[in-house]
């Protein structure tokens, strides 16, 4: 039954494919397919990157990434009797016990049956073209391997012939002849039924809908006639509103695309808060697409920076370790030593901070078995790099912390520390004390490093360049040295009184400002990030969104309160990095954070005022809080 929390915040729903119940849409019923370790999730990148290209969005490839294998072995250790298998590829060779094995063909339903004495059964799996190697078994322990020495548990993951998600019907409203609304931002291909080529365009908000400048287009307006008089989109885009133009009466479609999710958790306040957080949710709701992809108008890719705060969207709001799961797989596979991840210094680091994050918040030790590889040659990596001075070099590649402009030298290095911090619980959990305790001595060394250069002990902030005083004082190496564990809880009174005044420059993004608001909330300063909230997202809701944007500019009007990177409509109106609000809401009413793995112990939860409501998903089980006296619950008839 939906608690108290999804009660009270039913008034807000306004995702048309909420469900507090069971996943919704149902995802279908498939064969469990079996797969190498992450080559799922790399194929599933691969097809992103082939649909991106086709919508035309204007995004630029992000970092290296693995290239799926198209030829896998498999074996199996199989048992007197018979057994069923599904292969999707051609079977190049089948052998058991060492001894070549015919293979039947397959019957009207697709499947193998084969006839065996115990033995190793090794299949090796040609993919076709643009597909991957797959096989689908009802029983055995199948192992996977790309060259037929290193074996690894064969995974499961989805059919590997249709990775398209499930849509919904959405029928827009026309508020003007030829402009549709959706009410919502929506990923969604456009259906429209008309007798002649109709005109079309959309536009995440009233300005881009009416752009017909090809050059400010950020993803394509193309209609193809997928049948008589039906003209769809190719690829899903990202809209609220759309513009047809036709000679003839027509009928708009919108065939929105979500992956299955359940609202787990639920949080509720004042009507404003409530609202904010059913936003942030849907926001990040939008941006479940396979992965934790970072928006859905332009770029539509993972990038583990932005993963940091979507994870922590995610494990409030839906409590789905699928798609973290997913996106940590495809980010890490490639591995550090060619490039950065995404090409970025400091996400290297958030990959090892979202690892650690994620065991705190869902326990998966298998999953961190499987990553063991990667992890272990990450690391090695990071500490090779770093063994001169101390520092983790930043030359040759792109620093970003945040799109605003500042020396960001000292915020990479107390996020390196926060990062072998990570590194270190990492490698404990998976039985590797000396590279452990290498981290820990790292980390250790980076700290009082920091201190003796970074550190103006007079004001009690660190600086933004080692070495250089003179470099200023900026809010990102403050607040990131809270969750970085290097500020003891005297040392925090100075910074938390130089976060909440006016002296330090503002923060870029959302992004950035969640990091800042959890930080607070980790100094004891909750009802502060509370007002933090209210100005930044509550401002975008007084400005119209339905989804929370890359970047909030206060007092923005016209045409700049969408311009980015140089381009009138290249601000992202629905990212996942601005989700915060999902995961910093119910950690900042009820003060519940995991602090041993899979949620087997939390900090305490504090009395909520009144009115407030939060539910809180874990592995074993929900976390549900009300006040004490909550008063009557707003009326709406939503309550699924």
């Known amino acids: 039954m939906p608690t108290a929390a999804h009660r009270r915040s039913a008034f807000a729903i306004f995702d048309p494919a909420y469900s507090a119940r069971e996943p919704y849409p149902p995802a279908p019923l498939l064969p469990r397919w079996l797969y190498l370790r992450s080559e799922y999730e790399c194929f599933l990148l691969e097809r992103m990157r082939r649909d991106v290209e086709e919508a035309k969005l204007r995004v630029g490839y992000p970092g290296c990434f693995h290239t799926p294998f198209r030829v896998i072995r498999y074996r199996c250790r199989t048992v007197r009797g018979g057994f069923t298998l599904r292969i999707h590829g051609r079977p190049e060779e089948a052998r058991l016990d060492g001894r070549p094995l015919t293979l039947p063909e397959p019957g009207g339903d697709g499947c193998i049956r084969i006839q065996s004495g115990p033995g190793l059964l090794e299949l090796r799996i040609a993919a076709p073209d643009g597909s991957i190697p797959a096989l689908a078994a009802e029983t055995g322990d199948w192992e996977a391997s790309a060259d037929g020495i290193s074996y690894s548990p064969a995974v499961p993951g989805g059919a590997p012939d249709d990775t398209r998600l499930p849509e919904l019907s959405v029928t827009p409203v026309e508020f003007a002849p030829g402009r549709y609304d959706a009410g919502r931002e929506l990923l969604a291909r456009v259906e429209v039924h008309s007798a002649s080529r109709p005109q079309f365009g959309c536009g995440e908000s009233l300005s881009e809908l009416e752009n017909r400048d090809a050059a400010h287009f950020e993803q394509s307006p193309e209609l193809r006639e997928s049948a008589p008089g039906i003209w769809t989109t190719p690829q899903p885009l990202a809209f609220r509103y759309m513009r047809v133009e036709a000679g003839s009466p027509v009928e708009v479609v919108c065939r929105a695309v979500f992956a299955p999710a359940q609202y787990r958790g639920a949080f509720a306040a004042d009507p404003e808060l409530t609202r904010i957080w059913m936003h942030a949710a849907y926001t990040l709701r939008l941006c479940r697409y396979h992965f934790l992809i970072d928006g859905v108008k332009r770029d539509r890719l993972p ?57 705190l918040y869902w326990a998966d030790a298998a999953f961190l078995e499987l990553q063991r590889g990667e992890l272990t040659d990450h690391i090695e990596v990071l500490l090779a790099r770093s063994e001169e001075t101390g520092f983790l070099p930043s030359e040759g590649s792109w620093l970003f912390i945040d799109w605003v402009k500042f020396p960001k030298e000292s915020a990479l290095q107390i996020l390196f520390h926060w990062a072998l911090r990570a590194a270190r619980k990492l490698m404990e959990r998976l039985g590797e004390q000396r590279t452990a305790e290498r981290c820990a001595e790292r980390a250790g060394r980076l700290k009082e490093q920091l201190f003796r250069t970074a550190f103006d002990a007079e004001r009690g902030l660190f600086f933004a360049t080692p070495g250089e005083p003179a470099s200023g004082f900026f809010r ?18 100075p910074v938390v009184a130089a976060l909440l005044g006016d002296e330090l420059p503002p923060v870029g993004t959302p992004y950035m400002a969640a990091v800042e608001i959890w930080a607070l909330h980790r100094a004891g300063a909750s009802l502060a990030g509370i007002e933090r909230i209210r100005r930044i997202w509550g401002g975008m809701l007084k400005q119209g969104a339905s989804t929370f944007f890359e970047a909030y500019r206060e007092g923005a009007e016209g045409e700049e309160l969408y311009s980015f990177y140089g381009r009138r409509f290249g601000l992202s109106l629905c990212h996942a990095w601005s989700a915060g609000p999902a995961a910093l809401l119910p950690m900042l009413f009820s003060g519940c954070e995991p602090v041993a793995d899979g949620w087997k112990k939390h900090t305490p939860c504090r009395e909520l005022p009144d009115g407030a409501a939060v539910t809180i998903p874990t592995p074993s089980g929900a976390l549900a809080f009300e006040a004490v006296s909550s008063g009557p619950e707003p009326n709406s008839g939503n309550d699924n």
Do not use: M
């Open 303 to 359: 990038w583990v920076g932005d993963l940091a705060l979507s994870l922590l969207a995610n494990a409030y709001a839906f409590g789905d370790p699928e798609p973290v799961r997913r996106t940590l797989a495809v980010l890490g596979r490639a591995g550090i030593r060619e490039q950065h991840l995404n090409g970025i210094v400091d996400y290297s680091l958030w990959f090892l901070i979202c690892h650690d994050l994620y065991q």
């Open 476 to 493: 990102h190496p403050n607040f990131l040295a809270i969750p970085a564990g290097l500020l003891s809880e005297e040392q925090q009174r």
